[in-house]
């Protein structure tokens, strides 16, 4: 039976046993949901530090540079080189991928 289904590489018995499977999980998660969730007024809305957001959407921009603050802090020493060498100039990328790749193809060579 099981050589029946895995016989060739794309089996449609096997496809909609997954789809199956996949829809019953998914229906599992969706029974394990708050049943009493009474959508309000202010539900959903995003929070901007208590204050309301603007009516037009296009006005609401939340700057992202103190979310990563912990992160960018603990790894300064690593990264500030990193931000020095930035050029923004696609050469510089360039030569520096080919450089890596060719360290890596003469290391790969001499590991086999």
Do not use: C, Q
């Amino acid at each position: 039976m099981i050589d029946i289904l895995l016989k060739d590489m794309w089996s449609p018995i096997v496809f909609i046993i997954v789809s199956l499977l996949t829809a019953l999980v998914a229906y599992m998660f969706y029974r394990i949901g708050d049943e009493g969730y009474k959508r309000t007024r202010h539900k959903g809305e995003p929070f901007i530090s208590g204050n309301m957001p603007p009516k037009d959407p296009r006005m609401i921009h939340v700057g992202g540079d103190n979310v990563f603050w912990g992160f960018t802090h603990a790894l300064r020493k690593y990264l500030d080189p990193l931000v020095k060498a930035h050029t923004g100039i696609i050469n510089d990328y360039v030569y520096w991928m080919v450089i890596t790749m060719a360290l890596v193809l003469i290391y790969v060579y001499l590991l086999i």
